[in-house]
Nanobody, 114 residues
């Protein structure tokens, strides 16, 4: 399975972005789908996680500002980020767990700055 993340860019504080993660195969039977991010000089952290049961959890830092969704027909997962803050600046990665194997996308850079 290959994951292709996209949608990053430069956005002003208070703005919005929608990140996409396109999978090379069907995501219907994916066990876990997640978005992580890594800010400069910091460890990678989880942003949002969706399990096969459909439950989505968000990091405290983005709860209320982020929405993770999926389109099974297009094998794509999205992360909508609103009210962006400078501290949201990071490389965002999508990651799936399928049959116990974790796959990573290549990352997309989000820069929040005026």
């Amino acid at each position: 399975v290959q994951l292709q993340a996209s949608g990053g860019g430069l956005v002003q504080p208070g703005g919005s972005l929608r990140l996409s993660c396109a999978a090379s195969g069907s995501i219907f039977s994916t066990d876990v789908m997640a978005w992580f991010r890594q800010a400069p000089g910091k460890q990678r952290e989880v942003v949002a996680v969706t399990t096969s049961g459909g439950c989505t959890n968000y990091a405290d830092s983005v709860r209320g500002r982020a929405t993770m969704s999926r389109n099974n027909a297009e094998n794509t997962v999205y992360l909508q980020m609103n009210s962006l803050k400078p501290e949201d600046t990071a490389v965002y990665y999508c990651s799936f767990i399928i049959s116990g194997i974790r796959y990573w996308g290549q990352g997309t850079l989000v820069t929040v700055s005026s």
